[in-house]
C-alpha cells in the first residue's frame, strides 16, 4: 500500500508541471517547433553487416511486459522464476546455439552480439527502468539502465545495464543476474566501425521442481510451503557467466563526386563501389555446478572413484536395458558415496570473418552484389569436476580434467540484390578444418513488394544446415552424467512464407521444418539421437486492432510434429491484449497524461512438457507428466507522462480462483497471483 500511495504521489507531481507531449518514438525530433530538435536512431547489424533499423523503447504500449518472456511475439516456457532457465514454446523459435550448450537457456536474458543495439544521437540519452512485484519474502526486481551519448557527429559511445534479482515464490528458487554490454560506433565516408564488450553472469538455486502436482490441490498451502526436490539451507547452486568482445570494421572503396549546393558552395559526395569487411571477437563460457548432497535421489548416477562399483537407480536400469545402453561407456566408475558435487564446463572461442564486397553497381558479372569470406575460428573446451569421498577418517578430494583445442576454417559466399521489385539475398558457408570439419549452412530469402513498398508484401525464406552437434553434446564428464558419444552431423531444413500489410497492422505466416539426425535430452538427461526424419509446422497470425479509444492486439499460433517425443510445445498459443486509450489534456498546464487501462490473455493448450535437469542446464523430454490447458490473464494499467511511464500489473489474476495446475515445464509451476508496478524515466539533454 506504501508503494501505491508513494507512486500516486509521483503522478501527481508530475502531472502538475506536464506541458508537452513527448512522442511515443523518438526517431523524430521530440518537439518539430523547437529549434533545437532532437533526434536519436537507433541499428542492429544484421547478417549482411548492414545496419537495421530498431524501435528505441520508449513507447507505452505493452510497458507492461517488461521482460519479453511472454508477448505478442514471445511465448516461452520456463522454471516459473523470472531469470531461470527459458525455451521457446514456439516451434520454429526452439533454436540451438551449437556454440553455448549449457548458456542456451538464458540467453533470452542476455546481451549477445546478435541482439547488442547501436545508436546515433544528437543530444546524450539514458533511460531507466525499473519493476517490482510480489512481496517481500518473494521479491522481484529488475533494472536497466541504458546510456548513449555522441562524442562526435560521427562517433557514438554507450552502455546498458541490466540487474534481475527475484527470491521466488517456490522454495531455493533465488536469481540475480548481473549483465552490462558496452558499445561504439563510428560511421565515416570511407570507413565505419562498431564495437561491443559484452558481460552476462546469473547465480541461481535451484529446487529441482516440486515432488508432487497433489500437494497443490491444497489450496491454503503457501507456495513457499510446497516439498520440492531440494529443500534445506544448502540447495545445488549453478553460476553461469559469459564474456564477449567483438569489433567490426568496415573500409569502404569508390568515387568522389560533388553536388552544387548554391552558385558558390558545393558538397562532397562519396559513391562506395566495394567494401572491405572484417569482424573478429572473443567469447567464452563457463558454467560451475555445486551440490553438497548429491545422494538426495534427484540424480541416477554418481562418480566417486575408479575402484568403485557402477551406480545406477533402477529407473536407470531399465531404461538402458530397453535401449542396450551403448551410449554410456561401460568403463565409467558411478558409486553413492559421494559427498560432493563440484563440477564445471567452459567454452572458449576467437573467431574472425574476413570478406571483400562488390556493390550491384559495379559487378561484373551481373547486376547484384557479391561478397566473398574466409572464415576462422579456435575453440577450447575444458570440463573438471571433483569428487569426495572417505578412507577411514579422512575426507579425501580428487579432481578430474579434460581439455580439447580445434582450429577452424571455411569459406563463404553471398549474393544480393537490396533494391527492385524483389529484393534478394542468399548465402551459403563450407568449413574444411577442424571440428566442423564438413560443415555446410545455406540461406536463401526473396521479398515480393505489392504496389507501394509500405502497402503490402510477401517473403520467402529457406535454410539447410548439417552441422556437427556441441562438442559436449557428444563429450562430456562430471560427478553426475558422464558420456562419451559419436552423433553424426544433424541435418535440418526450415521454411517459412511470410506475407504483411502493413497499412492494415496484419502479420501471416507459415513455417515447415525437417529435421533429421536430431540430438536431443532423453527422460534420463542424458543426449540421444533421433536417426528417424520428422517434420514441423507452424501456422500464424497477428493483428492489430484500433477503433476509436480501444486497441486489440491479437496473435494465433497452431503448430504440430509427428515426433512429440522429441520437440515439445503446445499445438495451440492465443494472445489478446485489449485496452482503452486515452489522453487526459490539462488546460490549466498545457500537459498530457496518456493512459491504457486493460487486460491480456494468453492461453496454451494441454501438451506434454520438457522436464529440466538442473545439473546440466538442459531441457530435457520427461515423461508422464501433461501439462493442462490454461488460461493466464493479467489486468494492467499503464500511464505516460512527458518522458515518464508507469504500469502497474495484477498478474494470473485468474489463479485467485482457478485450479492450480498451471506449468509450461514439468514440476515447476508457474508463479500465482501477484502484483508488480513499474516505472521508466528517460532523459535527453
Known sequence: ???????????????????????????????????????????????????????IDTNLKAFQNYIDLNNADNFNAYNGNLGQAAISNVSFNQKKNNRSLFFNPFLKYSYTPENLTFYNTTNHFTLVKYTNGNNQATREQTLNVLHTQNVSPRLNLGFNYDLISSLG????????????????????????????????????????????????TLDSLPTNAVSTNFEGEDPPVNILRNRSAFIYHGFYFGKKYYVDINDSVQQEKFEKKSKLGWITGFSDYKKWYTDENPISGYYHGIY?????????DQEIINFLDSTGGNYIPSQIMINKDSLHTRDSAYFGETYSDLFFELSDKDNPIGDFGIRLHYLADMDF?????????????????TREFNAQNFFNNGVGITGFKRNGEIPW?????????????GDIEAKAEAT?????????????????SRLEPDYYLNHYYANNFKWDSSFVKEDKTDIFLIYRMPKWNLHVGAYYGIYDNNVYFDYVGYPRQETSTFNVQSFYIQKYFKW??????????????????????????????????????????????????????????????????????????????????????????????????????????N??????DYFTIAYYPMNDFAIRFGISWSFYD
Open 169 to 216: 515464490q517456490y522454495k531455493n528458487q533465488d536469481i540475480k543476474t548481473n549483465n552490462i554490454a558496452i558499445m561504439g560506433n563510428y560511421y565515416g565516408i570511407r570507413y565505419s566501425n562498431y564495437f561491443g564488450v559484452l558481460f552476462n553472469k546469473f547465480n541461481l538455486k535451484e529446487n529441482g521442481g516440486i515432488r508432487s502436482t497433489a500437494i497443490l
Open 425 to 437: 539475398k542468399i548465402h551459403g558457408q563450407y568449413y574444411f578444418t577442424g571440428y566442423n570439419a
Open 1 to 55: 500500500m506504501k508503494v501505491f500511495y508513494t507512486i500516486s504521489i509521483v503522478l501527481l507531481t508530475l502531472m502538475s508541471f506536464a506541458q508537452i507531449n513527448i512522442q511515443d518514438s523518438l526517431d523524430t525530433p521530440i518537439n518539430e517547433n523547437d529549434s533545437l530538435k532532437y533526434y536519436i536512431k537507433a541499428y542492429r547489424i544484421n547478417d549482411l553487416y548492414e545496419l537495421e533499423h530498431v524501435q
Open 304 to 312: 566417486v572413484n575408479e575402484t568403485s562399483p557402477f551406480y545406477y
Open 548 to 653: 476509436w479509444k480501444l486497441r486489440s492486439i491479437n496473435t494465433l499460433i497452431y503448430q504440430m510434429t509427428d515426433n512429440d517425443n522429441v520437440m515439445r510445445f503446445p499445438s495451440l498459443i492465443i494472445y489478446n491484449s485489449t485496452y482503452f486509450h486515452h489522453n487526459f489534456h490539462f488546460k490549466s498546464t498545457g500537459g498530457n497524461l496518456l493512459t491504457q487501462l486493460g487486460f491480456q490473455f494468453m492461453y496454451l493448450s494441454s501438451y506434454t512438457p520438457y522436464g529440466y535437469m538442473a545439473a546440466t542446464n538442459q531441457f530435457i523430454c520427461q515423461q508422464g507428466f501433461i501439462a493442462p490447458s490454461h488460461p493466464y490473464i493479467d489486468v494492467f494499467l499503464n500511464a505516460k507522462i512527458k518522458r515518464f511511464r508507469f504500469f502497474l500489473k495484477a498478474a494470473h489474476i
Open 381 to 397: 573446451y575444458r570440463h573438471e569436476y571433483f569428487y569426495h569421498y572417505d578412507e577411514g577418517n579422512l575426507q579425501l578430494e
Open 655 to 660: 489463479a485467485l480462483f482457478m485450479k492450480r
Open 448 to 464: 515480393k513488394y505489392f504496389y507501394k513498398k509500405d502497402t503490402s508484401d510477401l517473403t520467402l525464406k529457406i535454410s539447410f
